[in-house]
């Protein structure tokens, strides 16, 4: 059976420091600085996420302090401007937040905040609710996996898979991974090297099968 992807539940941090609406614009960055994160989720009521406060939102204060605000290259950025007068965290969060499910995979994850240029996700449930939070480093965890976790897995899901002779070996140094051996159906390499390749932490994947044995001519 293949191994399945893991999700956000797997790495995501479930102490979570967030603010209310009405959190004032210096609290909210002496949290970041004492809590070292970049990112708050925004609350309501009974913890569902309405929102997002991050640097990029409070930058616009000081960037915006000395400007002439009736100047047109700053008239087409109103809503930074806009937030360059916030004085909570409501009037200066990015709304609605971007947020992601416990059972959303690391791929995909990782897709979203380069898509949307962002550090952070919120983990929210069927409700809404704050669940914990998710960042790039926390999908990075999985690159911290030992050479032996690696090579057992791809044993297990893939190469008992699809060569169940046990013929084919599996090395791993640096999470590198080696497929060798002797591999007599060749056109099985692409897959296994695409499927070795989905488990969560292997950087790369080589395929080094041995040459085939010659073969003793009949007498």
């Keep these: 059976m293949l191994h ?6 797997d790495v995501m941090t479930h102490t979570v420091i967030a603010v209310g609406r009405e959190a004032p614009f210096k609290e909210i960055v002496e949290l970041m600085g004492q809590w070292k994160v970049s990112a708050l989720p ?4 009974e913890g569902r996420v309405i929102g997002v406060v991050s640097e990029a939102d409070l930058l616009p204060k000081e960037e915006f302090r000395d400007s002439d605000p009736t100047r047109f290259d700053q008239l087409r950025r109103l809503p930074d401007l806009a937030k360059a007068g916030g004085l909570t965290a409501g009037e200066v969060m990015s709304t609605p937040a971007v947020s992601v499910h416990s059972d959303t995979t690391l791929p995909q994850a990782a897709r979203i905040m380069a898509l949307r240029h962002i550090k952070r996700l919120p983990v929210i449930d069927a409700h809404g609710l704050l669940q914990g939070v998710v960042s790039r480093s926390d999908l990075l965890k999985v ?6 976790e690696l090579a057992d897995e791809v044993t297990r899901t893939v190469t008992a898979f699809l060569f169940p002779d046990g013929a084919v070996t599996v090395a791993v140094e640096g999470g590198v991974v080696t497929l060798g051996g002797e591999i007599r159906d060749r056109t099985l390499v692409p897959v296994a090297a ?3 390749r989905a488990v969560e932490g292997v950087v790369d994947v080589r395929v080094e099968p041995a040459e085939p044995a010659p073969r003793t001519p009949p007498r």
């Excluded at 925004?42 to 009521?45: R, S």
């Excluded at 690159?143 to 032996?148: G, M, S």
């Design 4 to 9: 399945s992807p893991r999700t956000v539940s």
């Design 42 to 45: 925004v609350l309501a009521g």
């Design 143 to 148: 690159f911290l996996r030992t050479d032996e």
């Design 194 to 196: 695409r499927l070795t």
